[in-house]
């Protein structure tokens, strides 16, 4: 089995070459972090679905807002209240350290693992307003490095975390596919495939900026992956983008996590679950912190619309040609693959 970082070893995202900032000593945007935001650049709130897990009816209800948003907020989902502040914790003291003794656990097109820009940076003129730290298998070589005496913190805490969250995508990636009219056997082939792998706990830092209204935090996006499951951690940044409406701003909910559906799970769903497009904006005094898992699927797996009575909308591939085209692409990759 091979990692994503093996998988784009000959297409490798160029992330050397971008290096955050140093945010702590800014007073004003540098021009390379100034956007051109369109002046509509404003959103609404709407409310997206709250989902209590542990009511009768969540099954239909996580898949009801999977098809109609793609993303949606979950409550009562088990993961303990005082470990998701320890992540959050832990990620402020990550995302506090010097910058030189960030840059010792950078990432870069060899290991994407570590420290760094978003995965989208290298598509972009502009930089965002945003570090991040990629954790895939274990974290103990980047954590010892940071803190060689007290490493064990910080891994205790996302493992855990990655224990706790990794059933909770499980379950729903099962309501998800239950609701998709498909045979039993395509059901555990991706319940298994996503089982096979750990998973990637993604943390964000969007430092506190003076001019928040010329900059962006996250670019607009579609995850990768089946599902993501992430926590704002209390500050309000993750907006989701509707046809209709424009970008609709998701509030925080204390305790509450979002889950939104990926590229792959929208193209088993044959486009029936939209793959969420979001963006981050940041505030001036406050400096938010989010994180992120990303549920499976295993490279060696092979994608196509899992519903045969459907025509299919997209072509057969295998995931690790999928990450490569959208390693290349970004956010046309969906549309390349489209029939
Ligand atoms: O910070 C957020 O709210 C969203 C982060 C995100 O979209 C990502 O990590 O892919
Ligand atoms: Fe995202």
Same mark, same amino acid.
């Given at each position: 089995?091979?990692?994503?970082?093996?998988?784009?070893?000959?297409?490798?995202? /160029?992330?050397?070459?971008?290096?955050?900032?140093?945010?702590?000593?800014?007073?004003?945007?540098?021009?390379?972090?100034? +956007?051109?935001? $369109? *002046?509509?650049? /404003?959103?609404?709130?709407?409310?997206?679905?709250?989902?209590?897990?542990?009511?009768?009816?969540?099954?239909?209800? =996580?898949?009801?807002?999977?098809?109609?948003?793609?993303?949606?907020? @979950?409550?009562?989902?088990?993961?303990?209240?005082?470990?998701?502040?320890?992540?959050?914790?832990?990620?402020?003291?990550?995302? !506090?350290?010097?910058?030189?003794?960030?840059?010792?656990?950078?990432? !870069?097109? &060899?290991?994407?693992?570590?420290?760094?820009?978003?995965? @989208?940076?290298?598509?972009?003129?502009?930089?965002? +307003?945003? #570090?991040?730290?990629?954790?895939? &298998?274990?974290?103990?070589?980047?954590? %010892?490095?940071?803190?060689?005496?007290?490493?064990?913190?910080?891994?205790?805490?996302?493992? #855990?975390?990655?224990?706790?969250?990794?059933?909770?995508?499980?379950?729903?990636? /099962?309501?998800?596919?239950? *609701?998709?009219?498909?045979? $039993?056997?395509?059901?555990?082939?991706?319940?298994?495939?996503?089982?096979?792998? $750990?998973?990637?706990?993604?943390?964000?830092?969007?430092?506190?900026?003076?001019?928040?209204?010329?900059?962006?935090?996250?670019?607009? /996006?579609?995850?990768?992956?089946?599902?993501?499951?992430?926590?704002?951690?209390?500050?309000?940044?993750?907006?989701?983008?509707?046809?209709? =409406?424009? +970008?609709?701003? =998701?509030?925080?909910?204390?305790?509450?996590?979002?889950?939104?559906?990926?590229?792959?799970?929208?193209?088993?769903?044959?486009?029936?679950?939209?793959?969420?497009?979001?963006?981050?904006? =940041?505030?001036?005094?406050?400096?938010?912190? *989010?994180?992120?898992?990303?549920?499976?699927?295993?490279?060696?797996?092979?994608?196509?619309?899992?519903?045969?009575?459907?025509?299919?909308?997209?072509?057969?591939?295998?995931?690790?040609?999928?990450?490569?085209? %959208?390693?290349?692409?970004? #956010?046309?990759?969906? *549309?390349?693959?489209?029939?």
């Amino acid at each position: 089995m091979g990692s994503i970082s093996e998988v784009l070893k000959d297409d490798p995202l /160029h992330l050397d070459s971008v290096i955050p900032l140093d945010f702590n000593t800014l007073k004003s945007v540098p021009e390379s972090h100034q +956007w051109a935001l $369109e *002046s509509s650049n /404003h959103s609404v709130d709407v409310m997206l679905p709250v989902i209590d897990l542990a009511h009768p009816d969540a099954p239909q209800l =996580v898949a009801h807002a999977a098809r109609t948003w793609g993303m949606f907020q @979950i409550v009562n989902h088990g993961i303990p209240l005082d470990l998701i502040q320890g992540v959050e914790n832990e990620a402020r003291r990550l995302f !506090s350290l010097p910058t030189d003794e960030k840059m010792k656990v950078l990432r !870069s097109s &060899e290991n994407l693992a570590g420290y760094g820009v978003a995965r @989208i940076a290298p598509f972009y003129a502009k930089c965002m +307003w945003h #570090e991040g730290f990629a954790i895939h &298998e274990s974290c103990v070589d980047h954590a %010892k490095i940071l803190w060689p005496h007290d490493y064990e913190r910080f891994c205790n805490t996302m493992m #855990e975390f990655r224990k706790k969250v990794k059933p909770v995508a499980d379950q729903l990636l /099962h309501h998800l596919l239950v *609701s998709l009219d498909i045979s $039993e056997e395509a059901i555990k082939i991706w319940e298994a495939s996503a089982n096979k792998v $750990e998973g990637t706990i993604q943390l964000n830092s969007y430092p506190a900026c003076p001019d928040p209204s010329s900059v962006i935090g996250l670019a607009p /996006h579609t995850d990768t992956l089946l599902l993501t499951i992430l926590n704002q951690c209390q500050i309000s940044g993750l907006q989701i983008f509707r046809d209709d =409406v424009g +970008w609709i701003s =998701v509030p925080p909910l204390s305790g509450a996590f979002v889950v939104n559906v990926g590229d792959i799970l929208h193209m088993l769903s044959n486009g029936k679950f939209p793959s969420a497009y979001h963006r981050v904006t =940041v505030s001036e005094n406050k400096h938010r912190i *989010s994180f992120a898992y990303f549920h499976g699927p295993s490279v060696d797996s092979y994608v196509e619309p899992l519903n045969k009575l459907a025509k299919p909308l997209y072509r057969s591939m295998s995931v690790k040609e999928f990450f490569v085209i %959208k390693a290349k692409h970004n #956010e046309k990759a969906l *549309s390349l693959v489209r029939l």
